[in-house]
């Protein structure tokens, strides 16, 4: 699915970091660095990077 535009936890912003998130990950960069730069400090946004799978695309098919 898509990435929340909160942290489910404290109500940060994490939407809007998503997709420089993803850009940089698959540029090879380490991702405890990724997740300072972007001002992710708390454990609880971490965690909504992190674990977040991107669904979308794969279910996109079955709505037609």
Excluded: N
């Amino acid at each position: 699915m898509m990435i929340p535009v909160r942290c489910f936890t404290c109500g940060k912003l994490v939407g809007d970091k998503w997709e420089e998130w993803v850009k940089r990950l698959q540029d090879g960069e380490d991702p405890d660095k990724i997740l300072d730069d972007l001002g992710l400090t708390r454990v609880c946004c971490r965690r909504m990077m992190v674990s977040h799978i991107d669904l979308i695309d794969d279910i996109i098919q079955f709505s037609i």
